[in-house]
């Protein structure tokens, strides 16, 4: 019996347009209702999350920053893993190889090496525009995501500047134009022991420090609360996601927009976001009809 279930956001309980549906926040509050619990497992800090999400009114569990962070209910940080800050120079020299912007992401601020401003902006437009879709610079220059992300960012002019700040770093992000490019990054970077790799999108990667993922974030919480993994549902679609897929949850269930080896590692596959199928598989838990999505053997 499911008792639990953990979904991502991005691609997953959001549409196309990076939005909640109605028909996915009812569903929500009828679960909760019924008596599950619901968390949200993000890539997303904690307060980018809830920025995402103000306009509804959730009282849920957080897991953030990719596992990084965990917040109750209530918005209590119950545990942090920042990354050691020893690597940096290593990554940092990985990165540099490529075209690609690098940025030191802490608690509502990103810090970005990049010294020029104009092409600092130009970078984080090419990451925009490949996340909010379009080509058309001034429109999405408008969008509100594309300004608060410019509000998060901070620039430092070296490593040390960014130790002397004494914040706790959660998680690099990496952009690039190209899926090459990153994958090439990939390979240098995960020689660096102590790390966790992942991605949300093909354009980009997502460091943390090896214990900070999902999958073992929400089974280190589920077991505080007395439940059991069988007793968890999963629902994601990228590869930050993945080691929900590998815990061993009761069902791992992906969206049909999701990345091939979430699929495969997946026991059910639901509808896409597009279609609200994060509230379908929710929505069938209810009705104890959750075999209605199992892949078959």
């Known amino acids: 019996m499911i008792k639990v279930i953990a979904a991502d956001m991005d691609g997953t309980l959001l549409n196309p347009q990076h939005t909640l549906s109605q028909r996915t926040y ?11 619990r619901f968390m949200i497992a993000t890539g997303r800090d904690y307060r980018m999350a809830c920025d995402a999400l103000r306009q509804f009114r959730l009282d849920c569990d957080w897991i953030t920053g990719s596992g ?32 690609a912007l690098i940025r030191f992401c802490a608690a509502g601020t990103d810090f970005v ?34 300004q608060n992300l410019l509000k998060r960012i901070r620039r430092v002019g ?30 240098e970077t995960e020689k660096i022991p102590g790390l966790a790799l992942a991605s949300s999108f093909f354009n980009n990667l997502e460091i943390t420090d090896i214990r900070a993922q999902k999958g ?38 992906a969206m049909e927009n999701a990345h091939e080896q979430v ?28 075999d209605r999505i199992r892949k078959p053997v």
């Open 26 to 36: 009812e569903t929500i509050k009828e679960i909760q209702k019924a008596g599950i």
């Open 68 to 99: 990084a962070e965990i917040y109750d209910p209530a918005g209590k940080l119950l545990q942090t893993i920042p990354m050691d800050q020893g690597c940096f120079e290593e990554i940092v020299a990985c990165v540099r190889k490529y075209p």
């Open 113 to 146: 090496l990049e010294a020029d401003a104009d092409n600092l902006e130009q970078k984080l437009m090419d990451e925009a525009r490949l996340f909010l879709g379009g080509e058309n610079e001034e429109e999405i220059r408008r969008t509100e995501q594309f």
């Open 158 to 187: 070296s490593l040390e500047e960014l130790a002397a700040e004494n914040i706790p770093v959660f998680k690099v992000f990496i952009s690039a134009r190209s899926g090459e490019t990153i994958q090439r990054i990939w390979k």
């Open 216 to 253: 073992p974030a929400i089974e280190q919480y589920i077991e505080t609360l007395g439940y059991q993994k069988e007793e968890v549902m999963v629902l994601g679609d990228s590869l930050n996601d993945l080691s929900m897929f590998e815990a061993g949850f009761g069902a791992a269930v």
């Open 263 to 290: 699929k495969q590692a997946a026991g059910y596959l639901t509808k896409s976001n597009g279609e609200d199928g994060a509230a379908y598989a929710m929505e069938l838990v209810l009705q104890n009809r959750l």
